[in-house]
């Protein structure tokens, strides 16, 4: 007789909630009339995210990890990633809310009649909100799953609604169409390789369980090993956007819709350095004299690359784009560090970066003419003098991602450079110190493009936001603010959480 | 909570209270302004009443944790020479407020932003010279970069935003460079006596000499950029012309003074095997800074970039004064930041104010001026003659000691040094005869004198250079004891038998 197998469901609870909220918001798709659909939609996303956080709560201190069979590990550490994911969405989420930046059907060719009916009669696709909700659950997947089958389903999971939502800008609709077929087709190999390392992996280890293959390493041909690390990192590294599995990165945060931008730039940075630093400190830790040396060069380039490159960009969205890429290689050197420390700043750094990230694309979708938002910087001169609250506050961020003392961003690399350092990857460290002092040129560049330069004619405007933007803005920023100048408080519980479970 | 403290934070307490002034009231934000770093110019004198001259170790103290997950304090703490240099910072403020009192009128953003930024910048100026924890310094270091950014590229002229930008990037590429610096001590701190960021502590790390030194060198460039020592200069005259006359006496005045004021609380006292074996190196690059900084001011035809370059020539006997690692030079060197704030500062704040009148600020559009605005050009003259340090005015003293410290360990160097001090007569004295001697030229004849205001912002500091140069005792009282505690500390003995001062 079959006996049912224990799931831990108390466990699995937050990414149930968000799941079966996911399923609701499908329903609702199919049967609410299109009046109050978005309102009932934002409803429903944030009341799931909200009882997620709460119930992520309730089972932080539970004794018991597993769940699902030995395919989920929800430790400290997995614990501190959802939460950190289910924070930054439903900050997220308040700029989703905000329609105006959504096609009103996305299945209309951009330019036909059929758009400008839609565009008319108001029509709105809500269906972002499941979308979006699926997305959220993948990413809360992502992290906590332990076995290679597992990693590679919530991989999907949130990638998929992720290739979608790029596509559904409400102008530059062939720029978004372009990138999110992009984002597609590179995003599929970049899985047809995870795939193939966890074959590899499966072959050299014969089980599919992190555990497994990290008690499997020394025992059979290193080759299989290698092989499998090596593809399995590529499917990983191109998530994260790492040198030189970037390239889609500057396309895809352009075109795809802002708020969407923000959410992907923040939330799947952490789900995607979650299952990273899992797959690396507990896969492939006994492995680590064949991985570290590789990662360590792959976090260099990245870091030089992103900084160097930006400084070239005229565009905000790919400037931040490519300050994603450089921090992508700062983030690295905490998976590269493999101790306690280095885990413990990766969780600080991705909280913080992920709520700075959210902010400063918040403000980007503020700044508009009248045929939508505009990116390009040479516009955004004299924005400073026109708005000082939204250009001080853009500033702000910018200093927060270069780093400057008083800023979480400051607190973030300090922690992680700490903890490379202390594991004697001292390369790193001056890599990144000097990677930092490029990237500080070209976030003040634009710190002078604000304050410094005079307004010209064809210069934008900035839009009063909408309740739900401010919000999520303000929100955003006096974190980012506190985690500059306070972060103890959140610092120690990321070392209080900052442990994988075997 | 600390005396200290308190000083610390009345300029952003006052700055806050700001907000409440409307803008508009452009007389009453200047008042306020003038009146808050009165206040704390008043207050940092009780500091030097208050402070125990017969005691090396740290006064003033106070800790408080900060971010415990690293262990980080907010410490702070005065000794002798952190005490005259925030004494000079905090009497220079006030002094700036009231002598530059329509400097921010014509700026990019208003008046209110202007001196809200002047405030926070003398709390950051405070906290650098106050912090006994590394990470906190390091803080002060890089956040006090941001307001003067703004000043200058918000309020200067000409390329002010090409000349904020540079000075940001030179002074952030040193910053990071030490942060890699300050990362490398505290993970050796963690290893050997549990990671701590405080100075006393981290002292006592024995470090091997490879590491030593390239830490000592991530500390060094730092504060070579931030002082400004040749070949790393270049940013100071671009900044020192494009900010506001204000702006370059906080700049050079006090600003400039946190890299050798680094130089001695970090360099030396955390790696004193490193800073023996870069001495050479570093007095070469002193004695080079000395004389290249004269000889470039001997061609400046822009009186703010000769006050810029004569400012690196000094700085160059600052640092080889440092390094020379006797108590004099030690002595002398400290001495000379503080002399050298207040002639800068006259200079300057002159130079301003006869730029303003005319104009211009070519040297060779002036002439005369004694005739015109003898006052003016009194007290320009007695600045300028303290620049170049004549007997009896400030700057003479500690020259003097300077050289006499370095002469005795590195006699070829102090006296190359010297030749700077002929090389100083010809870039003070030539333009002080164009501009204040000889006939009036054209342009200078309806030129107006110094008004009160402007009589009552400067009497106080030509007054400090002529008391100074007669009687620097008090001041060098303070200074002393905590010199020879760096150098003995530091593992060397005088040379010869010491002076009396």
Excluded at chain 2, 491 to 496: A, Y
């Amino acid at each position: 007789m079959l006996t049912a197998p224990s799931l831990g469901y108390l466990l699995l609870s937050p990414m149930i909630i968000v799941f079966a909220a996911a399923v609701i918001g499908v329903l609702v798709e199919a049967f609410m009339g299109k009046t109050h659909r978005a309102a009932v939609q934002l409803t429903i996303s944030i009341g799931a995210l909200l009882l997620a956080l709460v119930q992520l709560w309730r089972i932080r201190d539970l004794s018991s990890t597993t769940a699902a069979v030995n395919s989920v590990t929800i430790d400290k550490a997995g614990i501190f990633l959802q939460a950190t994911v289910v924070v930054l969405a439903l900050i997220a989420v308040l700029l989703i809310a905000d329609q105006e930046n959504f096609t009103a059907q996305a299945s209309a060719v951009p330019g036909s009649n059929e758009e400008a009916v839609a565009l008319l009669q108001k029509n709105q696709q809500t269906e972002i909100f499941p979308l979006f909700l699926f997305a959220v659950g993948g990413m809360m997947l992502f992290p906590v799953a332990t076995d290679l089958i597992t990693l590679f389903v919530a991989l999907e999971v949130f990638s998929l609604p992720l290739y979608l939502l790029a596509g559904l800008s409400r102008r530059r609709r062939l720029l978004s169409q372009e990138a999110a077929l992009k984002y597609f087709l590179l995003g599929a190999y970049a899985s047809a390789f995870f795939l193939f390392g966890a074959a590899f992996l499966y072959g050299y280890a014969g089980t599919i369980s992190l555990v497994g293959i990290s008690s499997a390493a020394g025992s059979a041909n290193e080759v299989f090993l290698l092989i499998g690390i090596i593809f399995v990192s590529i499917g990983l590294l191109f998530k994260i956007s790492a040198v030189p599995f970037h390239s889609w990165t500057p396309d895809v945060y352009q075109g795809a819709p802002t708020p969407i931008t923000a959410f992907m730039a923040a939330c799947t940075k952490v789900a995607a350095f979650g299952a990273l630093l899992r797959i690396f400190y507990i896969g492939f830790a006994e492995a680590q004299t064949i991985w570290q040396p590789i990662i360590t060069v792959i976090a260099i380039l990245t870091m030089v690359l992103g900084s160097v490159v930006a400084i070239a960009q005229r565009d905000v969205k790919r400037m931040l784009a490519y300050s994603s890429i450089a921090h992508a290689g700062f983030l690295l050197s905490g998976v590269v560090a493999l101790s306690k420390d280095g885990l413990a700043a990766s969780l600080f750094y991705l909280m913080a970066y992920g709520l700075t990230t959210l902010a400063a694309f918040g403000i980007i979708g503020l700044v508009r003419d009248s045929t939508g938002e505009v990116t390009d910087l040479n516009r955004w001169v004299g924005l400073g003098k026109k708005s000082p609250l939204v250009g001080s506050v853009f500033a702000f961020l910018l200093l927060s991602f270069a780093g400057i003392p008083l800023t979480s961003g400051f607190i973030g690399k300090f922690a992680i450079f700490s903890a490379a350092y202390q594991s004697g990857n001292i390369a790193i460290v001056v890599s990144g110190v000097l990677a930092s002092a490029i990237a500080a040129f070209f976030y003040i560049r634009v710190i002078i493009m604000i304050f410094f330069t005079d307004p010209v004619n064809d210069s934008v405007s900035v839009i009063i936001p909408s309740v739900k933007s401010k919000i999520s803005i303000s929100v955003a920023t006096v974190a980012s603010l506190i985690f500059g100048v306070a972060p103890s408080w959140l610092l120690t519980s990321a070392t209080n959480f900052a442990t994988f479970i075997k | 909570m600390s005396l200290l403290t308190l000083v610390g934070a009345l300029p952003l307490v006052g700055a806050a209270l700001m907000y409440f002034i409307p803008s508009k009231n452009i007389e009453l934000v200047k008042k306020f302004a003038l009146l808050v770093t009165t206040l704390v110019a008043v207050a940092s004198i009780f500091l030097a009443i208050g402070f125990d001259k017969s005691v090396t170790s740290m006064q003033f103290t106070q800790s408080n944790s900060w971010i415990s997950a690293f262990n980080i304090n907010f410490a702070v703490g005065l000794d002798g020479i952190s005490l005259v240099l925030i004494l000079l910072s905090t009497i220079l403020v006030p002094i700036v407020v009231l002598a530059t009192w329509h400097e921010s009128d014509g700026g990019r953003w208003s008046v209110k932003t202007f001196y809200v930024l002047i405030l926070i910048l003398e709390t950051m100026m405070i906290g650098v010279f106050a912090a006994t924890d590394l990470f906190l310094f390091y803080v002060f270091f890089e956040a006090m970069l941001i307001p003067v950014y703004f000043l200058i590229g918000g309020y200067g002229s000409a390329n002010r935003s090409a000349a904020a930008i540079k000075f940001l990037l030179y002074s952030l590429f040193g910053g990071l460079l030490m942060l890699a610096s300050i990362i490398g001590v505290y993970v050796i701190s963690g290893n050997q006596i549990g990671a701590t960021f405080d100075l006393t502590q981290l002292a006592t790390l024995e470090i091997d000499n490879q590491t030593e030194n390239f830490l000592f060198l991530g500390f060094f460039i730092a504060f070579a950029i931030k002082a400004p020592l040749w070949p790393f200069h270049t940013w100071l005259p671009d900044a020192a012309k494009s900010a506001t006359p204000g702006t370059s006496v906080l700049l050079l005045g006090v600003l400039d003074k946190v890299g050798t004021y680094g130089m001695i609380r970090f360099c030396i006292e955390l790696f004193p095997d490193a800073s023996k074996t870069f001495t050479p190196l570093i007095i070469t690059l002193a004695v080079i800074s000395i004389i290249y900084g004269a000889f470039m001011a001997i061609g400046q035809k822009d009186i703010k970039g000769l006050i810029a370059f004569t400012s690196i020539s000094h700085f160059g006997f600052i640092t080889m004064g440092i390094f020379a690692m006797t108590t004099q030079g030690m002595s002398g060197s400290n001495l000379y930041m503080v002399n050298h704030g207040f002639s800068t500062a006259a200079l300057f704040l002159i130079a301003g104010w006869m730029m303003a009148r005319r104009n211009s600020s070519i040297i060779s559009d002036f002439g005369g001026l004694q005739r015109v605005t003898p006052v003016m050009a009194w007290s320009f003259f007695i600045a300028g003659l303290s620049g170049l340090a004549l007997p009896g005015l400030a700057s003479f003293v500690s020259e003097f000691l300077v050289l006499v410290g370095t002469y005795t360990r590195y006699p070829v160097a102090a006296i190359i040094g010297t030749l700077g001090i002929i090389l100083a007569a010809l870039y003070i004295l030539i333009p002080i005869q164009k501009t204040l001697h000889g006939p009036v030229t054209p342009g200078n004849e309806k030129m107006t004198d110094l008004n009160l205001r402007e009589k009552i912002a400067i009497a106080p500091v030509i007054a400090i250079i002529v008391v100074m140069g007669f009687y620097p005792k008090p001041v060098l009282d303070l200074i002393n004891p905590t010199s020879e505690k760096v150098v003995t500390n530091a593992g060397f003995t005088d040379p010869v038998a010491e002076v009396n001062k």
